[in-house]
């Protein structure tokens, strides 16, 4: 599995933190991470120890989100309203979580942090779900295989992995 970035974050402040976090998820948990340049707003991303590709939000809309059951079932909302309101694309800032077929499986429905989104925001932002799986313990996803979790499991469903 993958930590897909869907960069840049339009907040200076959260794109850097992204990648500070994106970069301590793969070297302390070793999960592999990747960026898909979608509005390069904040300047060349140097040292990033993923793959680092530019594509326009059409493309990764089409190919990642669109009529995407298995995201559709982890999100609250269907993929075209979270991802292209009113007919305008809204990924960018967004973290997606990619399994080994190259299919997105939950991915953050809004940039940045919950505050300023009101209560209960928290499971659909993308920072706070970077700063919750960089800080180990996750009850979100495994930080061994990235499957996401229910939060009461106490191993992983998927690798075995012991949940602490
Ligand atoms: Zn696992």
Redesign the pocket.
Known sequence: MILRYYADAEVREWHDHTLRLLRTLHDEHGIDVAIDRIDEQHGPITDFPGEVRHATPEDVYERDLKRNRDLNQTIDQTPSEAFKRYGKFDIAGNIAVVDNEGTVRWASTLPGYADGYGPGAESRTAMDFLDDIATSPSNRI?V????LLNGDEQF??????ELP
Do not use: E, R, T, V
């Open positions: 495994c061994s295989c990235l499957s992983c469903p998927n690798c075995g992995y």
